[in-house]
């Protein structure tokens, strides 16, 4: 009868463990219904002349952390970042694509992950967080912190940060009449997988 007894007992604990190692490992990132948009702003002289940029950059991977220490980390494969702007010809969006994916910016054959994984993750009200951690890109991690928000499954928010923080060079026209602001934004809408 104590044998049974300890086998149904070690049993408990090993579903009870197995079920908090599942929550403390997450959920995965939907990749395919899940956004991430960088907005890349123009300055200068001449910035009326410019083009402002909107890229894509699809998750490759991540996951999203909720019992336990919340948090979520996420991966972006440089090359697979898209500019989109819907306003330029192909060709012109093609050259833009070029020089955002060149070594002078991105650099991908070098640097070919964008990775954030949170440290810390603070509740802000219901349904909101202020999540702190860690972004890292063209070869440098800088503390980053921004607010999310929850609403029917979706996680949503948007952040600011200067490319020159990471060692990156807003692209533009030689002499500086025309060329990317050093601030972009980068907006999110990320869902768990189901």
């Known amino acids: 009868m104590r044998n049974s007894t300890r086998s149904i ?13 599942a929550n403390a490992q997450g959920v995965p990132i939907d990749t395919t219904r899940s956004t991430l948009t960088i907005n890349v702003f123009k300055s200068g002289l001449f910035s009326g002349f ?9 998750i490759a ?7 336990g220490q919340p948090g979520v980390t996420l991966t972006v494969q440089t090359a697979q970042m898209q500019v989109l702007d819907p306003h330029l010809s192909a ?10 994916l060149s070594e002078d910016v991105l650099a991908p ?8 994984r949170s440290t810390a993750v603070e509740p802000r009200g219901q349904s909101k967080w202020l999540v702190r951690g860690e ?11 921004f607010e999310v928000t929850e609403a029917n499954g979706h ?35 990320i869902v768990p997988a189901q």
């Open 9 to 21: 007992v070690a049993l408990a604990l090993l579903l009870l463990c197995s079920a908090f190692r």
């Open 50 to 58: 410019g083009d402002e940029h909107i890229v894509r950059a699809p």
């Open 61 to 67: 991977k991540g996951q999203i952390v909720k019992a």
């Open 91 to 100: 060709e012109k969006r093609a050259q833009v694509q070029k020089q955002m």
């Open 109 to 116: 054959q070098k640097y070919p992950e964008i990775v954030f």
């Open 135 to 145: 972004l890292s890109l063209h070869g440098v991690t800088r503390p980053l912190d």
């Open 155 to 189: 996680y949503t928010g948007k952040t600011r940060f200067k490319q020159t923080q990471f060692k990156i060079e807003p692209p533009g026209i030689p002499g500086g009449f025309v060329k990317a602001k050093d601030e972009i934004e980068v907006v999110w809408d």
